[in-house]
């Protein structure tokens, strides 16, 4: 491997600097059991901290407030895991999804509305699954109907990341029943204090309650903020999966590499109850090797993703898949070798990741990525019909 270039090595050294002054000490201690607000307020004020060093959105156009390289971004998220600092939990949708959809399909006067407030810590949710649209999002049901130069919608989403504290949300409605399921669909952004939203925090079983309904009943959404052409939402919404699939997997593949995976380790590393040492037995040496093998295959597959400018029409379900089977597999020993103990370890920092080293809570979590984005199943239907040219699935007509 070549030498990093000398810019890249002072910039290593100026995120190092950073981070010893200015990663919370004992955050993890803090956010274990914190409230709601607590959970909010710390999230907040560690966005502004990393905004204002030009830290919080790397990956967004220099105009914007990012410009970031590829490999200085590789090298930003290395730093951020290797100081273990808080991952940005509650503006995630803000700062990936809603901007990669605004930059991608927003009028400029969206653009300098939404993108300036949210790196002043608008917070946004997506409002796209529903109980009986999932995998299959193209079934929605949920409603709008134009009314003048406003629509009225009705409907239920679910599975909404962190909507209890959401102030805006990428929104998909129906807006031509009688058109083919994906070409009648539009896109919008859609105000979360509008009269007729309920919001409804779901409970899960780490006794989180990260997920949520939103039930929608007659609420009005100006004209001015749907994106794009009515009715041509489906198109647009995959510019906010692509996001999911693709260009967050580049920091969460460096925290699961740098943290998580050097967490693995020493714990393996640890006597357990008995006085044996996990890594004294050939087996966990050989999981361990397969494992950072895996690992730095990510890394590598999600640089690489990033810094294409022209990406194959399945690299980002490829990236997406491989990193939420990586993370399954990788917490599934951790909570194997934590033994019984990791179960009773009922909570975790609330600002951490999914590989935050409470194994068991972690493991149950990780099934989160393997099914929100598009299921594994799905992906491998993207990877085999648009990246290997394979026979398409019978389906109805669309």
Not at 57 to 64: E, G, I, T
Not at 113 to 132: K, M, N, T, V, Y
Not at 240 to 250: D, P, S, W
Not at 312 to 330: C, F, H, M, N
């Amino acid at each position: 491997m070549s030498p990093a270039p000398p810019a890249l090595d002072e910039f290593r050294a100026e995120i190092r600097a950073w981070c010893r002054d200015h990663v919370p000490a004992g955050w993890r201690a803090a956010q274990t059991g914190a409230t709601d607000d607590e959970f909010v307020a710390f999230q907040k004020q560690w966005f502004q901290e990393l905004r204002s060093a030009g830290y919080a959105v790397p990956h967004w156009p220099k105009q914007w407030g990012g410009g970031m390289s590829v490999p200085e971004q590789v090298v930003l998220y290395q730093e951020l895991a290797a100081h273990d600092a808080p991952r940005l939990v509650l503006p995630f949708v803000s700062i990936h999804h809603a901007a990669s959809t605004l930059l991608a399909a927003g009028t400029d006067e969206q653009r300098r509305r939404h993108l300036p407030a949210i790196l002043d810590g608008e917070i946004w949710c997506q409002g796209f699954s529903e109980p009986g649209a999932g995998s299959d999002m193209a079934a929605l049901a949920t409603t709008a109907r134009r009314n003048g130069d406003h629509y009225i919608v009705d409907g239920q989403k679910l599975w909404a990341s962190g909507a209890v504290h959401a102030d805006r949300c990428l929104l998909l409605a129906r807006t031509d029943p009688g058109a083919p399921k994906r070409r009648g669909i539009s896109y919008f952004l859609m105000d979360m204090s509008s009269p007729g939203i309920e919001v409804r925090p779901i409970r899960q079983a780490t006794g989180e309650s990260h997920f949520c309904e939103i039930f929608l009943e007659g609420v009005v959404v100006p004209e001015a903020d749907r994106v794009g052409a009515e009715n041509d939402g489906w198109k647009i919404a995959q510019e906010t999966l692509g996001a999911e699939r693709g260009m967050t997997m580049l920091e969460l593949a460096e925290r699961l590499g740098t943290g998580g995976f050097g967490r693995l380790v020493a714990l393996c590393a640890r006597p357990g109850p008995d006085g044996t040492v996990p890594l004294d037995d050939p087996v966990v040496a050989d999981r361990l090797a397969a494992l950072e093998t895996e690992i730095a295959g990510l890394r590598a597959l999600c640089a690489d993703f990033v810094a294409d400018d022209r990406p194959g029409p399945a690299d980002a379900s490829i990236v997406k898949l491989y990193y939420s089977e990586l993370l399954q597999r990788t917490t599934d020993f951790g909570a194997e070798v934590a033994g019984l103990a990791a179960h009773t370890e009922l909570r975790k920092p609330l600002s951490s990741g999914w590989e935050s080293g409470m194994w068991v809570l972690d493991f149950i979590g990780s099934w989160e990525w393997t099914i929100p984005g598009g299921t594994s199943e799905i992906q491998r239907t993207i990877i085999g019909e648009r990246g290997l040219g394979l026979p398409h699935e019978p389906r109805s007509a669309t």
